[in-house]
C-alpha cells in the first residue's frame, strides 16, 4: 500500500487526482481545478466492478459514454443505445462509485426534438441512475437543452469536434481543420459555455485548435484525440487497457492488454477442465 504522500505527491486535500477528500467529486470541484490550472483524467465505466476499479485508483470523473454501443452492447456505432440501456449501465456506475462524479450520456434520440424531451430524458437519467452530470453531443443545435437543463438543476457537459452520434453526416474525420471551421469550433465552445454547461469534450480536432479553446474558456475542455494542451484527458476504459479487438484509434494510449490477459485465462481455465486437474481438493466441499 502506497503512503498517503505518494497518492498524492501535490499534499493537497482538494485535487482531483489524488486528493484526499473522499466525498463525491462535484461540478464545483472541476471548476476549482481549472481556477487552479489542474490537469485530470476521465475514463468511460459501463459495469459497477469496472467502476469501483477506477473509483479505488482516484479516477474523479467516470463518463458513461454512448461508446457503450460499440464497446459493450456489440452494436456498430453508439446510434442504437437506448434510454433504457443508458439508464441501466450508469446505474451500475453509480453503484460501483463512491467519490467519483458519474456523468451519463444522452443516447441519440433522446434529445434532438428539443429542450422538453431533452430535460424528461436527463431527469430519468438523474433519479432512476443516480448521475450527477449528463453529456450531450452538439454546439448551436443544443444549446436550448443546455440551457434548459441547467435552469433546472441538471449540470451538462457538452461535446464538440467529432460527434458520434452523426456519424452518418460527419463520418470519423478530425473537424475543426481550417480557419472557418475551428473558428465555428471556437464559437460552440464559447455558446455552450455561456449557456451553462461546465465542462467541454473536444473530440478529434486539431491540437492547436483544442490549445486555443482551452486558453478562452472559464470551464475546463476534456481533449481525446485533441493533443496535450486541454485540461483534462478522456479515453475509453477498454482501448486503454487494451481490451478493444481490432483496430483502435492513433490517439488512444494502451496501459495494458486485457485481451491477451483474459484469452491467457480462459485458455488455461479450459485446459484443466479438458484435462481433469480442476476442481482440485481446495475448491471441493464434502
Ligand atoms: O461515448 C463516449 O465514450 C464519449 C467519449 C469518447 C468522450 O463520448
Known amino acids: 500500500m502506497k503512503s498517503e504522500a505518494a497518492q498524492n505527491p501535490s499534499g493537497d486535500t482538494k485535487s482531483l487526482y489524488g486528493g484526499t477528500s473522499t466525498r463525491r467529486v462535484t461540478v464545483h470541484d472541476i471548476a ?27 479516477i474523479p470523473v467516470m463518463l458513461v459514454g454512448d461508446s457503450m454501443g460499440n464497446v459493450h452492447l456489440g452494436y456498430e456505432t453508439t446510434v442504437p443505445v437506448t434510454l433504457d440501456e443508458m439508464t441501466m449501465l450508469s446505474a451500475a456506475v453509480v453503484r460501483g462509485t463512491k467519490r467519483a462524479l458519474v456523468v451519463g450520456d444522452l443516447p441519440f434520440g433522446s ?19 443516480g448521475v450527477g452530470a449528463v453529456k450531450l453531443e452538439g454546439g448551436a443545435r443544443s444549446l436550448p437543452q443546455t440551457e434548459l437543463l441547467v435552469q433546472a438543476g441538471i449540470p451538462v457537459m457538452s461535446h464538440l469536434g467529432l460527434t458520434p452520434q452523426s456519424v452518418n ?21 464559447k455558446s455552450a ?36 494542451d486541454t485540461d483534462a484527458q478522456v479515453l475509453v476504459y477498454t482501448d486503454m487497457v487494451g ?33 481433469g486437474t480442476f476442481p482440485q481438493e481446495e475448491h471441493t466441499f464434502h
Open 193 to 228: 459555455q455561456a449557456a451553462g454547461a461546465f465542462a467541454v469534450v473536444l473530440e478529434l480536432v486539431p491540437a492547436e485548435v483544442a490549445a486555443e479553446v482551452t486558453r478562452s474558456l472559464d470551464i475546463p475542455t476534456i481533449g481525446i484525440g485533441a493533443g496535450p
Open 32 to 58: 476549482a481545478a481549472k481556477r487552479r490550472g489542474e490537469k485530470w483524467p476521465m475514463l468511460t465505466a459501463y459495469d459497477a466492478m469496472t467502476a469501483s476499479v477506477f473509483d479505488e485508483a482516484g
Open 111 to 129: 434529445y434532438q426534438e428539443g429542450p422538453v424531451q431533452a430535460l424528461r430524458s436527463a431527469t430519468r437519467l438523474v433519479k432512476d441512475a
Open 243 to 275: 481490451l478493444t479487438g481490432g483496430k483502435v484509434p492513433r490517439f488512444t494510449k494502451q496501459y495494458a492488454n486485457l485481451r491477451q490477459t483474459l484469452g491467457d485465462a480462459a485458455k488455461a481455465f479450459a485446459d484443466e477442465v479438458v484435462g
Open 169 to 189: 453526416t460527419l463520418g470519423y474525420r478530425v473537424q475543426g481543420r481550417g480557419d472557418e471551421a475551428a473558428h465555428r469550433l471556437l464559437h460552440d465552445a
